[in-house]
């Protein structure tokens, strides 16, 4: 099982930019197959996929984010990083990552249905103030 813990600032000023890091334990970032994800959730709201980077290093992106989101990893820290730009008091939310295993016949489905996947972190609320 993977074991996933996100970190980062809670508060962030609006115009900022948002950077999320998720170390994952017990599984190389690099092996076949695996995705890592990550997912928001407003309050009261649907968990919202954001983008995810591949065991490849290959990127995807929800396209009403791609202009203000990118995803990095370090592999030597085992990690993968969310960055997104331009924040305003609406990205005050629950931020999650996520892995998934799948094929690469059902990645761009699988990645947009947080049902699906198999690990996740603990989450870590993000809070957009002056």
């Known amino acids: 099982q993977v074991q996933l813990r996100e970190s980062g600032p809670g508060l962030v000023k609006p115009s900022q930019t948002l950077s999320l890091s998720c170390t994952a334990a017990?599984?190389?970032?690099?092996?076949?197959?695996?995705?890592w994800i990550w997912v928001r959730q407003p309050p009261g709201k649907c968990l919202d996929w954001m983008g995810a980077?591949?065991?490849?290093?290959?990127?995807y992106c929800n396209p009403s984010l791609k202009s203000r989101t990118s995803i990095s990893r370090d592999t030597s820290k085992n990690q993968f990083t969310l960055q997104l730009t331009s924040l305003s008091h609406e990205n005050t939310v629950v931020y999650y990552c996520?892995?998934?295993?799948?094929?690469?016949?059902?990645?761009?489905?699988?990645?947009?249905?947080?049902?699906?996947?198999?690990?996740w972190g603990q989450g870590t609320q993000v809070t957009v103030a002056p």
């Open positions: 017990g599984e190389p970032i690099t092996n076949t197959y695996y995705y």
């Open positions: 980077i591949a065991y490849s290093g290959r990127t």
């Open positions: 996520d892995e998934k295993v799948t094929s690469l016949l059902e990645v761009v489905t699988t990645l947009k249905d947080p049902n699906e996947y198999d690990s």
